[in-house]
């Protein structure tokens, strides 16, 4: 069993910054994967930032590619992103999901946090 909760989200400016993070618990932590999912109002869940491998490898949407950093810290059971060069578009609440797979669709993934809203002003 792993609880996640999410934060770090809030109000930020177009070409602001904010920096997410996920902390897990359960003793378990290191044997999941980790990955940052995104929901904008009307619209399905989707997937942002995922770190993988042994070899701390990353893979990001297309949306998000070059703005947005995701890291784990497994000592800490904790998960961040960095998101910077923010637009209105990303505008969504922000969740971390834990699983067993590295996929990229949400329905892949057995635990959720309760999310944090981000919202970008233009």
């Known amino acids: 069993q792993v609880q996640l909760v999410e934060s770090g989200g809030g109000l930020v400016q177009a070409g602001g910054s904010l920096r997410l993070s996920c902390a897990a618990s359960?003793?378990?932590?290191?044997?999941?994967?980790m990955a940052w999912f995104r929901q904008a109002p009307g619209k399905e869940r989707e997937f942002v930032a995922i770190p993988y491998g042994p070899g701390g490898s990353t893979y990001y949407a297309d949306s998000v590619k070059g703005r947005f950093t995701i890291s784990r810290d497994n000592a800490k059971n904790t998960m961040y992103l960095q998101m910077n060069s923010l637009k209105p578009e990303d505008t969504a609440v922000y969740y971390c999901?834990?699983?067993?797979?590295?996929?990229?669709?949400?329905?892949?993934?057995?635990?959720w946090g309760q999310g944090t809203q981000v919202t970008v002003s233009s």
């Open positions: 359960g003793r378990t932590f290191g044997t999941y994967v």
């Open positions: 999901a834990a699983g067993r797979a590295a996929r990229i669709v949400a329905d892949a993934y057995d635990y």
